[in-house]
Structures are given as C-alpha cells and as structure tokens.
C-alpha cells in the first residue's frame, strides 16, 4: 500500500469511490452527477488550501481517498471533509492506513506553505456511524461535541478533533472594544 498526493490523472477511481460511497454529496436532478462530483475534484486538486490523498492497493488501483480542506489557510486547524474506502476494500485496514498517512502528509504540505500555526485536524462524523468513528478514534481523533440537526433533523454529527501541534491560541485578540 502507498499513500500519496492525488493527481489529476487519478480522478476517475475517485469518483467511483465516491459514487460507492457516498454519491448523495454529488446528488443533483435525480441522482449522483458524476460531472459535478468531477468538476468539485478537479478544483481541489489545483487549489492550493485543499488537500486530496489516496490510497494505492499493491496494483497500482486507488482503493481510498482522503479530502481535507484548510481555508482561511492560517487559522489552526483543517478539515478533514471527506475519507471513502472502495467497498471491495473494506474491514482490511486501508481506512486506518489511509488516514495515518494523509494526517501527516496535510500536517507537511501546509506547513510547506510556509503556515506554522496548524493545531488541530478535525471532522463531524453522523452519530449513528459507529464503524467511522472507531476507525477514527484508532488513529487519534477524539470527540468533542455533538451538532444536533447538522445534516437534518434527526441527524446528530459528532465533532472529533485531532491534536498535530503544540500550538497556544492567539488570546487576546477580541479583547478591545474598539
């Protein structure tokens, strides 16, 4: 298994995964757009403050993908937004690798933007997605709160926070009234 940056030339087996695994995110006029999903990753490959990492099977074949996004680039903290894992794929530990890999690579590639203030990696997970959180509480993650609603009602999306630096926050930022 490698992990690396993605490509544009990997956009294909991104999309599959992506139509496998969660195509209501690319769900317009009555199903999964695979030319929206593609313009969507297309742009984040070439924008400087998102982050897409795959995972590669002993074939050469994506088998997972990781997306993180970082914007306003200086603020503490990136996102992780998306991770999918192509079903053949599943339960072999790809999810874990994947994300071990990727949290450090985002961690090098914003810092050799010159940014030295990343803290934190977080993500919101659905409360009733038990397997991703256990996959992500294994490589670091820890939750921190819960969003009732957040993707509808009767959704709840747990928040889960990794630490990657020792960083103190700016305090005393807010503190003039003027």
């Not at 317009?28 to 990753?41: D, I, P």
């Not at 339960?91 to 203030?117: A, F, H, M, W």
Request: charged share 25%; net charge neutral.
């Amino acid at each position: 298994m490698k992990v690396r940056k993605a490509e544009l030339s990997d956009l294909k087996e991104i999309l599959d995964i992506v139509k496998g695994t969660f195509p209501q995110d690319f769900f317009y006029e009555g199903g999964f757009n695979k030319g929206k999903c593609a313009e969507f990753f297309m742009k984040s490959l070439t924008d400087p403050n998102e982050f897409v990492y795959i995972c590669l099977e002993d074939g050469g074949k994506v088998c997972a993908f990781a997306y993180y996004v970082n914007k306003p680039p200086t603020n503490g903290t990136v996102i992780l937004e998306m991770q999918g894992v192509s079903k053949k794929f599943r339960y072999k530990g790809i999810g874990t690798r994947l994300l071990e890999e990727s949290d450090k690579l985002v961690v090098e590639d914003i810092k050799s933007q010159g940014i030295e203030n990343l803290a934190t990696i977080h993500l919101t997970v659905s409360q009733n997605n038990l397997v991703a959180q256990k996959l992500y509480e294994n490589v670091g993650y820890k939750p921190v709160g819960t969003i009732p609603g957040f993707v509808g009602n009767g959704n709840n999306e747990i928040v889960m926070l990794k630490v990657v630096n020792d960083i103190n926050y700016r305090r005393d930022l807010w503190t003039s009234t003027t």
